[in-house]
């Protein structure tokens, strides 16, 4: 195992080298003068245009301004945005970063159980009318246009009903007098509802122990009380009302991603549960008298995860990138929204940082992918 982690690392370096190489001098191609797309006043005088562009190392071959750039990059400097002179880019990342984390994570982690579960039993129940509707519905969902399809979520729930805010991170008339700023709120929601989670998991692994007629029990209470936690810990908070106005922006956007990505899920789910059901080894657990549950959670529905846990891990990278077009929907200040804004201006540091941190995740979901394997699969060993 240690061997293949220490291949796959090495493998990963090579891998970023590349990708940083290749990404840094396609975006520096690009014609025009990046000091004249810069959001200078225009009455500023030629000399101190070209002491900013000395400044930013733009008067530099772009092959010293590469491996400069990488160099600063292992020692955790990604430079400062042209666009918003003289930020960093790694405090850009840090603030815009967990927003699209959070927005992402939940809705695939939502859409993952809830279609992999409905998945296995529309596969082990094949036949009837619910999995008629199920499918038509499912085909529907993934097929979908998403910028439409956000569109209409935001006409319904926040035109129509008027349930949720149609976009955005906050109410700014809510932060007016406000002690503290909107990012210290969203990490301790962040941190808390991660805590509940925690909590609520480890309470599902131990229920596994009980007798089967206490399961059901034990997993509702281990997802009540932690939720209910949360809840009152928000509710008896100085900073409840702010908690709240982010929490309702956040809804909607979950509740599009969620939609979209559970058809996905649910899809695969079902063709490989139908695969798998066919295999000898589903048949010999059946001749030796397994109960039928069994058979269906422990036998096939773990062999038809594998797919599954593939688009699972691939799709949180990924989410980063296609984040522009939901983020952009909701007007969602997230990295996709500020990577399609530094693109816009080819601001360069900014375009860099964030495609390098979407390079990076890609490679540690294929690591993860490949050690979820082992776990999943028995046929599979690394040495």
Do not use: C
């Not at 225009?42 to 900013?52: D, K, Q």
């Not at 850009?92 to 809830?114: C, D, G, H």
């Not at 495609?355 to 040495?383: C, E, M, N, V």
Request: aromatic content about 14%.
């Amino acid at each position: 195992m240690w061997r293949f982690l220490g291949q796959r690392f090495l493998q990963m370096v090579i891998t970023l080298f590349l990708f940083q190489a290749a990404t840094y001098f396609l975006i520096d191609a690009q014609p025009g003068d990046i000091a004249d797309l810069l959001t200078l006043d225009p009455n500023i005088p030629p000399n101190e245009r070209e002491r900013l562009r000395a400044e930013l190392g733009l008067d530099r071959p772009p092959v010293e301004r590469f491996f400069k750039y990488i160099g600063n990059f292992y020692r955790g400097d990604l430079g400062v945005s042209f666009q918003e002179y003289p930020k960093p880019v790694i405090d850009i990342i840090e603030e815009r970063l967990p927003r699209t984390l959070v927005l992402f994570l939940s809705a695939n982690l939502v859409s993952f159980w809830v279609g992999f579960v409905s998945g296995k039993i529309l596969a082990w129940r094949r036949g009837g009318w619910i999995e008629y509707t199920s499918t038509i519905a499912g085909v529907t969902l993934y097929t979908v246009f998403l910028p439409w399809f956000g569109l209409m979520m935001i006409w319904l729930f926040a035109v129509t009903l008027d349930l949720f805010p149609a976009g955005k991170f906050l109410s700014p008339i809510n932060w007016l007098t406000a002690p503290v700023n909107a990012n210290y709120i969203f990490i301790r929601m962040t941190i808390s509802a991660f805590i509940a989670l925690l909590i609520a998991f480890i309470g599902t692994l131990l229920s596994n122990r009980l007798e089967p007629r206490h399961r059901l029990g034990a997993r509702l209470v281990s997802f009540i009380v932690p939720l209910a936690g949360l809840v009152y810990y928000w509710q008896t908070s100085e900073f409840g009302a702010l908690a709240w106005d982010i929490t309702s922006h956040l809804i909607l956007p979950i509740l599009t991603l969620t939609l979209y990505a559970y058809a996905g899920t649910m899809l695969i789910t079902r063709t490989s549960m139908l695969e798998t059901l066919r295999e000898d080894f589903i048949f010999t657990a059946r001749a030796k008298g397994l109960p039928e549950k069994v058979v269906r959670d422990k036998h096939a529905a773990r062999t038809a995860l594998l797919p599954v846990w593939t688009g699972l891990i691939f799709s949180l990278p990924a989410a980063l990138g296609g984040g522009i077009i939901t983020e952009t929907i909701f007007s969602w200040p997230g990295i996709g929204l500020a990577y399609l804004q530094a693109a816009v201006v080819e601001d360069i540091p900014v375009v860099m940082g964030i495609l390098t941190i979407i390079g990076i995740l890609t490679l540690i979901s294929h690591l993860i992918a490949d050690i979820g394997y082992a776990f999943l699969d028995p046929r599979i060993r690394y040495h």
